[in-house]
């Protein structure tokens, strides 16, 4: 659903960050203690916060179809809009900007406040300050959805899914809708927990159509119940996009098309005014990513492709044939077996690869820590990262890092 883009030449630590709290918009949260150990990890301790308060906003450049038309490259303006939005971010504390794959134009922003007493203020002047900068540079207009204020980051879905009906609604409706209703706040977490989701995931990629509609029912409540809304509707239907939209990612091996089909149905919400069509347009979508992940698993080759896929984004966690066999509906000797056979490699050293390559460009372009980097690439401890830097370069890090700047030097000198 995320993608980094502009971020290749930034930060690295930043661009880590960032890539970890998109997986967590995407990825189901199985383990809560795991999360905020990964968060300590990459130096983001005040997410890992009880009394955190967290918002988000959507913001897309507003791009008239005449002038789309007249574009000779759209690459060219997608560039600025990217840059301006991180440049607006990039020395911000507590501001994180994530880019959307299906959409170019659309950057979410997390923003963070440790105490929450000026989260409001923050997100007002940091708004105002990006719209100006993007008339400024682009003399281009901006869509702006800002969610609701929520605390603790197990609500970041939450805050992500009410930032985009704000958005949406703006879209069709231009205003400033800003969600934040004690009633949506009370309603949401609710009704949509963890282990719903769970099941959801497992129903959905062993394409239990019956299944499916049964736990459909059971998440949106009938319309008897005194506090549903058609605005909860709206909501829970943008979490099962959201869900939608992570399966299909996972499974996704060929371009992007059912995500982007997936994003534009965010648009269509609005049309959708009873609890049967929302349920009708869901189980209509979810049976395209049902076909999606059954093509996937009946072809070997893309099936390891997508594990392949999910283990370089994901290559920080702990990453076991018996985990990844489990989350893509295989038996472990098959899937050893045709990793090897399709990669060319095994699970094992191509996990060591990813870790070793990201640790040489910590090394590279930061003066950090061994300790530090080696809990940035995912290991716990400095002696096991050395002992695995050898094995892979055959020289330690801090000889790597010795002679990678010698040879800075040389070249400057030069």
Known sequence: ???????????????????????????????????????EQIQLTPLTADHLKIQFVAAQLKIPSERMNRLK????????????????????????????????FMTHFLIIDKKGRKLGEKTEQFIKELQENLVSELKQESIIGIGAAEKGLKYLKNGYVTSMLSWSQNAVSPGPNVYGSSEMELELPLAFPAEMERKLIQIIENSDRIGLRIQLEALFVSEKEKRTTILTYNLLALRMLLLLSSIARKFECRGSSLQKYLWNCQMTLSKYTTREELLDMLEELAQLVMELVGRTRFSAIQHIEAVRKYVEEHFCHELTVPYLAELFHMNEPCLTELFKEHIGISLSNYVLRLRISKAEQLLQEHELKLSDIAKLVGYSDVEHFTYCFKKFCGERPKEYRARYLQRKLIQRSN
């Open 1 to 39: 659903m995320f993608e980094i883009t502009l971020l290749e030449k930034n930060d690295p630590i930043k661009r880590l960050q960032i890539n970890y709290l998109q997986q967590l918009l995407s990825d189901p949260w199985n383990n809560a203690p795991k999360v905020k150990d990964r968060l």
């Open 73 to 104: 490259s759209n690459d060219i303006l997608q560039h600025t809009y990217q840059r301006l939005c991180w440049e607006t971010s990039e020395y911000k504390k507590g501001i994180y900007p994530m880019y959307h794959a299906a959409n170019p």
